[in-house]
Each structure stands twice: as structure tokens, then as C-alpha cells.
């Protein structure tokens, strides 16, 4: 019996430090210390779930601004923003890395112009966090911020991922529209459909809702996790490809989308999740912001422009 049970627990800490390498990263640090001690595992789980697959910065960036990004720092915080419903929380980059694609030894097209996120702020409302744990919609919302304190949507701008053609933004990142052409369908796609409506909070920095392929809650009522809208407890959120692409735009290297000939560095599986510690940084944002999503029982994840980056904000339909 002494003998199986011996037997059992080394291939468990095999099969564990065997994953270690493959199935785990830490491209960055979430600060939890300002968030209530019942919903941190929630945080947790989201970050994992973009290191999941996002394992790096890419090794093509300049070995002098690699040097600057160990990893990203992330601090979370549950506050008091407007009560309950309105505002349910906000995110965005507090300290971006930015140059030109002129620099000393970076062989990309001449004139990209290049932002990484150092730090991000997220910021959820004390008084909605009990409601959307309650419904399950809190780890989509954790999810939605994170992907936009890592730069989804928040600096796409500054990234040159976004075009405007007769007055419509349009997304031509090459990695996620390669995917978004393959998933939807439609191959002769010049451009991934990004939302127009919800003024500057809103346009230009989700995937378009109106879209088939990211809206399908009239079929089967899901959608896509980087939309701007969530009708909370009652719609499934799925994590399309092409987001996932966006991230390889955004200079991260990302497993199964550019990792071709990338090696992992090994990670011991004590040493590599971790929160850090520290008083959390208050972001505030310039003006009141946006007003809500016009889509009857949902809650819009809004962006605002703050004041040390982009801010994504939360709202619930009154």
C-alpha cells in the first residue's frame, strides 16, 4: 500500500513539475493587496489565464526596452467609486514604454511606433463586486480589465493597430486579422470590425457588437469576451483567437500565434506566482466619462481617457 501511495505522489510531482515549463509563464505581477480578501482568488485565476498563453515579450524588441519589461506590474483595488450599478470598475496602463521602431538594432518596418505597458491600474466598485460574484460574471469582467491594463484596446492607438478610413476605426494588426479572417469566415476581411459606437470611451476599443462572429447572443447566446458589453449571469463569454492575436500585435509572444522557434525559459513551480505587495496607486480619470452602452440589460465596459493612460470603465444601464 506504502509502496502505491509512494508511486501516486511522485507521478504527481512529475506531471507537476513536467507543466512547469509548458503550461505556466509569468509575464506579470497582480497586486491584490487592496482588493477584499474574498475575491482575490478571482484575480488570480484571471491572471493565469492570459499566462496561460501569453509567455512573453517578443525577442525581436531591442535588448535595451527588454531590459525594462520583466514583468508587468498590475494593482488591483476594490473601492468605493458611485455605489451600486453606474461605474463597476476601471483599468488601463499608469507607465507605458514608447519609441520608435528607428531604434538601434530593431529590424521591424522602419517608423512603427511602439507601446508597452509597464504598469496598470484596475479599480472595481466595492459595491457591484458581491453582485457579479454572486451571478458569475466577476472572472469575465477580471478577465476583460486585465486583457486592457496589458494594452488591449488601451494602446492600440499608440501601436499604429488602428485606422481610420471614411470615418471608420478600423483594426489592421496583421496577427489578429490572420485569425479573424480564418474564425469568421470571411477571408477577404482588409480590417477586424471594432466597435464605432459609445463615443471615446467605447469606439475604437472593443471588437465591434454588432458584429455576427463576436455577437452571437441571438444564437446561442454568447459572446465574445472583448466586446463592450456583458449581460451578466446571463451570457457566456468565449476568448476568440483573433483577441488572442491582438496581444502578439501588441509585442507579446503568444502560444500558438507567433512562438514559432521561441524557447521558454524554465520556471521553477515554486518561484513563479506570486502577488506582490505595496500600497495601491489611485488612478483617476479626466472628466465624467462616457455614458453607457445602448443595449437594453446589459452592463458596458466602457474605456475613459485617464491620467496616466487609458482607463476601461464598467457601467451598468440604469
Request: proline share 5%; hydrophobic share 40%; aromatic share 8%.
Amino acid at each position: 500500500m506504502q509502496s502505491k501511495l509512494l508511486t501516486a505522489v511522485l507521478l504527481a510531482c512529475l506531471a507537476v513539475f513536467g507543466q512547469s515549463k509548458s503550461a505556466w509563464a509569468d509575464i506579470m505581477n497582480v497586486n491584490v493587496d487592496g482588493v477584499d480578501p474574498r475575491y482575490r482568488s478571482a484575480f488570480l485565476q484571471a491572471e493565469a489565464f492570459w499566462e496561460s498563453r501569453v509567455i512573453a515579450y517578443n525577442p525581436i524588441l531591442p535588448a535595451s526596452v527588454r531590459a525594462q519589461l520583466t514583468k508587468l506590474q498590475i494593482t488591483a483595488v476594490s473601492t468605493a467609486i458611485d455605489g451600486v450599478g453606474g461605474i463597476l470598475g476601471s483599468a488601463g496602463p499608469t507607465s507605458v514604454i514608447q519609441f520608435g521602431s528607428t531604434a538601434p538594432g530593431f529590424k521591424q518596418t522602419r517608423g512603427t511606433p511602439i507601446a508597452i505597458a509597464r504598469t496598470s491600474q484596475m479599480n472595481f466598485d466595492i459595491a457591484d463586486i458581491e453582485d457579479l460574484a454572486a451571478n458569475g460574471s466577476l472572472l469575465d469582467v477580471i478577465k476583460h480589465e486585465m486583457a486592457h491594463a496589458m494594452g488591449f484596446g488601451s494602446l492600440w492607438q499608440q501601436n499604429g493597430l488602428l485606422s481610420t478610413i471614411n470615418g471608420q476605426l478600423q483594426y489592421t494588426g496583421v496577427n489578429a486579422l490572420a485569425k479573424y479572417r480564418t474564425e469568421s469566415g470571411n477571408r477577404a476581411a482588409r480590417w477586424v470590425p471594432v466597435e464605432q459606437a459609445g463615443g471615446g470611451g467605447t469606439a475604437g476599443s472593443h471588437w465591434d457588437d454588432d458584429d455576427p462572429f463576436f455577437n452571437r447572443r441571438t444564437r446561442s447566446g454568447s459572446s465574445e469576451l472583448m466586446i463592450g458589453s456583458i449581460d451578466p449571469g446571463n451570457e457566456t463569454k468565449f476568448t476568440s483567437e483573433t483577441t488572442w492575436a491582438a496581444m502578439a500585435d501588441l509585442w507579446y509572444v503568444v502560444r500558438g500565434i507567433n512562438d514559432v522557434g521561441y524557447r521558454e525559459p524554465r520556471v521553477s513551480p515554486g518561484g513563479r506566482r506570486k502577488w506582490t505587495g505595496g500600497p495601491p496607486q489611485f488612478l483617476t480619470s479626466t472628466g465624467g466619462g462616457p455614458a453607457g452602452v445602448p443595449e437594453p440589460g446589459s452592463i458596458g465596459l466602457l474605456l475613459a481617457l485617464g491620467a496616466c493612460g487609458t482607463l476601461v470603465r464598467s457601467r451598468r444601464k440604469s
